[in-house]
Each structure stands twice: as structure tokens, then as C-alpha cells.
């Protein structure tokens, strides 16, 4: 499946962006759908993962309660709504597919990644 990240930008702290993950090539759904983030020169950092039916969500504390993670699987995409935006929220955003995400507390270390998105730039101003 192919992967394709958009709706970044340049916002103020405080503000609102609504990041989208399109897939193409196969359905959506039967993976579960993973945002991560990443600033050049750190490691690629967990943000948010949902169930393949929808019904499971978890999210890094960094963005609990700011962030909220959707799909439509009739529509192929996996939405991330990020909302009260920080500084160190800025960062380039990619979506993955996930194959071992149920439900619960989300492991990025056990997470089989079948297909990375391209990223799109997060920039928030203070």
C-alpha cells in the first residue's frame, strides 16, 4: 500500500492542523494506522495509533487530550487532528500501517511497519 501524508504546515502556538493520510494499492482496512514524528538529528518519536476497525486509539503523553486520531476506511484515510499546538510539537510527520495494534497501550518496539508514508513538515511558531 502506498502512503501519502498531507495537511502540514506553518500555524501559531495555540492553533489547529488537520494532517491526512491517503492510501492507495490496497485497503486501509485491515492494518492498524500509526503517526509518528520526527526532528532532523533526533529519533523518530511515537504519537498516535488506531485499531483497524477504529475502536482503539492510543497516544503518546506528549500529545494526550491536544491530539485525537480517526480513519475512514470507506475513504482510505487516517486523519490526525491536532489542536492547542506547542513549539516542540513541530516536526515532520509520517503515517505507517501496523499490523500488530489492537487495542490498549500502543509498543513501538514490537510494531511491524508494512508501509511508511512520505512525511509532511509540522511547524508551529511561538
Known amino acids: 500500500v502506498q502512503l501519502q501524508a498531507s495537511g502540514g504546515g506553518l500555524v501559531q502556538a495555540g492553533g489547529s492542523l488537520r494532517l491526512s493520510c491517503a492510501a492507495s494499492?490496497?485497503?486501509?482496512?485491515?492494518?492498524?494506522m500509526t503517526w509518528f514524528r520526527q526532528v532532523p538529528g533526533l529519533e523518530r518519536e511515537f504519537v498516535a495509533v488506531?485499531?483497524?476497525?477504529?475502536?482503539?486509539?492510543d497516544y503518546a503523553d506528549s500529545v494526550k487530550g491536544r491530539f485525537r486520531i480517526s480513519r475512514d476506511n470507506a475513504k482510505n484515510t487516517v486523519y490526525l487532528q491536532m489542536n492547542s499546538l506547542k513549539p516542540e510539537d513541530t516536526a515532520v510527520y509520517y503515517c505507517?500501517?501496523?499490523?500488530?495494534?489492537?487495542?490498549?497501550?500502543?509498543?513501538?518496539?514490537?510494531?511491524?511497519?508494512?508501509?511508511w508514508g512520505q512525511g509532511t513538515q509540522v511547524t508551529v511558531s511561538s
Open positions: 505507517a500501517t501496523d499490523r500488530t495494534y489492537y487495542r490498549g497501550t500502543y509498543n513501538p518496539a514490537t510494531a511491524d511497519f508494512t508501509s
Open positions: 494499492g490496497r485497503t486501509l482496512g485491515t492494518y492498524a
Open positions: 488506531i485499531s483497524w476497525r477504529g475502536g482503539d486509539t
